[in-house]
Structure formats: C-alpha cells, structure tokens
C-alpha cells in the first residue's frame, strides 16, 4: 500500500488538483482579456461613430471650393480644370444662411474671365495670374477679382487669371511645363504674379486633408538626391499605399472631426514648395520676355500654424521678388466673404491688395 503522495514508481505523485486549477484560472483570465479587447475596441467604435455624428452635424466653415462649384473636368496632368467656354452660378448656404452668391465666367482657354481686357486695343504686355481660389475670386463677380482690379490700373497690358480653386504651387509649375501658358498668351514681354497663401504647403505636400478630398489626382513632384526636382505623376500613381492608409483613417469619425492632417508640415515640404517655385519662375524667363516674377503673400486668416519665413528666405536668397501682405489689417466683419462660414477674401481686401500690388510692381 502506497503512501498518500507517493506514486507507485516511488516517486512524488502529480498534483492534479493544482494543475487543473492553474488551467481554470488562465482560461478565466483569457476570457477575461478577451472580454476586455472586445470591450475596449467596441467602445472605441462607439465613441469614434459619435464623433463622426458630430463631425457631420457641424457646419463645414471652410470646405475647399473645388469640391462644390460645378463645372470641372478630369485632366490628365493637373487633376481636374475648368472647362472652357461657360458660365458657373456658384451659391454657397450654409442652412439659412446665404454665403454669397456668384456668377464666374471662364474663357476659351479655360480660365477666369477678366473683363477689364475687354476696353484694350492693344496690349504692349501682359500680367499673369497663379494661384488658387484667392487669384481665382470666389465668392464674387468677374470684376471684382484681384487680376481684374489690377488690369483696370493698365490700359496697355492685358491680364490672365490662371488661378483655379483647390490648386496648389505644383500647377503653376505643370501649366508652365505643358506650354498651356505660352501658347494661351499672345503678348510675348510680360510679368507673372504667383498669389501663395500657407494651404498650398499641404497641396505640395499631399498631406491626407488633400489627397482624401479634391487633391488625389494633382500632380507630385519630389526632390531626387542631387535636389533636382522629379515629377513622380499623381499622387494617386506614386503613392498607393500611403493613399489608401490615408483613405482608411479619413474615415475615422474621431480623425474627420478633430481633422487630423497626416503629415505634418516639416522644413522640407517648405523647401520642396520653394524649389517649385523656383522651377516656375525659370520656365517663365524662358519662355517669355520676363518683366519679373513676383510671390504674392496674400493676407489670410487661414495661416494652419505653418510658419511661411523659411520658404521667403529661400526664394529672396534665390531672387525672387517677395511681395508679403500678411499685416494688411483685416477685419472679419469686411474682408473676407462671411465672418463664420467662409474666409475666402471679399472684393473689399482684393481692392486694397490691388492697389498696394499696382505701387509695388510700378504698375503703369
């Protein structure tokens, strides 16, 4: 007869009591953790369904224009364009709230009508425009536009609006490569005035709030290691994976409300956005009797915490004309379309940006 503990063999027996309990108590803690993820990760669903419910329920105050405003086409090299030839009504309302409302006239060419041409005999040069929705003139009529207002300074210069709303830098530098620019100029001695605000950083960039929305087909440039710039297609063809990442977060309820942009701006998104335009004003001496190349800083509230000196001491120790009108005063009541819903500049601040651009550029 064995001995309580001692198996047959002589050794000590197996405690299977503790054995068992050790198993029962693992499995206990592993439903127990599971229960907890599961918890977790459907609290987190909850909490992110909620913020996208406020996300929607929020009034849009700044929505990027090209998302809204009919009247675009596809485009191979810059993502969409204007079509030529017509006439866009564009009301913005925001509940009962009228925004503004706005009639754009666009040319043969595909770009803003500006009627102040239309009193020219004959043009000795030109003015051309780039830019985004500010050179463009949302919100107001085809008078009223900053190229307008300027041209109305020149009896003897015709002006080109080549600003579309949602572009960024690189399509200055796209018109000018394609030859739109040149073969859409008759004059052949003229200046450019390229109209930056800090959002173009991000449309450079590809950040996710641009290529998510209006931007995924714009075109994509990088620097190449002896820092020549290299056109690497859309953004959409050179960056899949990190497009669909980008897709995959956009739709987080919490990354749409708190508008999570990924990545942030760093030195060489400025560095990148400075060698852009650098490359544009060469093709422009090219390809025209250059009277200079000028960056128009425009006064905006809109400044995204991005610090805009670095690119300016870039482009001034390159030669670039810099023209910086950030410390126009303005009035959110006065100069820009609606004090909440809208903070595209009225007709008012282009007014005063145009006569003080009339001063600086010896505009006669």
């Known amino acids: 007869m064995t ?10 027996k197996p405690n299977t009591n503790h054995g068992t309990q050790t198993r029962d108590a693992m499995k206990k803690n592993m439903a127990l953790l599971a229960c907890s993820i599961t918890f977790c990760f459907l609290l987190l669903l909850l909490t992110d369904a909620a913020f996208g419910y406020l996300h929607e329920r929020r009034a849009a105050r700044n929505a990027p224009r090209a998302l809204h405003i009919s009247g675009y086409t596809p485009d191979e090299l810059l993502g969409y364009r204007l079509v030529p030839n017509q006439h866009i009504q564009d009301n913005k309302t925001v509940g009962d709230t009228v925004v503004f409302s706005a009639r754009y006239s666009i040319d043969e060419q595909g770009r803003r009508v500006v009627p102040a041409n239309q009193q020219k005999t004959a043009c000795d040069n030109f003015l051309v425009f780039f830019g985004c929705s500010f050179a463009f003139g949302i919100g107001i009529g085809d008078a009223e536009t900053l190229p307008n207002l300027l041209g109305n300074s020149c009896t003897r210069c015709c002006v080109y609006n080549y600003g579309t709303p949602g572009y960024g830098t690189q399509h200055m530098l796209v018109l000018l490569q394609s030859g739109r620019v040149k073969a859409g100029i008759a004059e052949q001695r003229g200046t450019a005035i390229y109209v930056l605000i800090p959002s173009h950083i991000i449309r450079v960039a590809g950040t996710m709030r641009v290529v998510t929305q209006w931007g995924r087909d714009f075109p994509s440039f990088r620097l190449d290691s002896q820092g020549d710039l290299v056109h690497e297609g859309s953004f959409a063809v050179a960056h899949p994976c990190r497009l669909f990442f980008m897709d995959c977060l956009r739709k987080s309820g919490i990354a749409r409300y708190f508008d999570v942009d990924l990545p942030p701006v760093q030195p060489a998104h400025l560095h990148l956005t400075a060698h852009v335009i650098l490359a544009s004003r060469r093709l422009f001496d090219e390809q025209f009797e250059s009277q200079g190349f000028y960056v128009l800083l425009y006064p905006t509230f809109l400044d995204l915490g991005i610090d805009m ?13 810099v023209l910086d009108y950030r410390t126009i005063p303005m009035e959110r009541d006065r100069h820009i379309l609606h004090p909440i819903h809208d903070e595209h500049p009225s007709a008012v601040l282009h007014a005063i940006v145009a006569e ?4 600086d550029i010896c505009l006669e």
Do not use: F, T
């Not at 001995?3 to 000590?12: H, M, R, T």
């Not at 000196?309 to 004309?321: D, F, K, M, R, T």
């Not at 003080?356 to 001063?359: C, E, F, G, T, V």
């Open 3 to 12: 001995e309580p503990g001692i198996s047959s063999g002589g050794g000590p």
């Open 309 to 321: 000196n670095p690119l300016i001491q870039i482009l001034q120790e390159h030669g670039v004309s």
């Open 356 to 359: 003080k651009l009339a001063r």
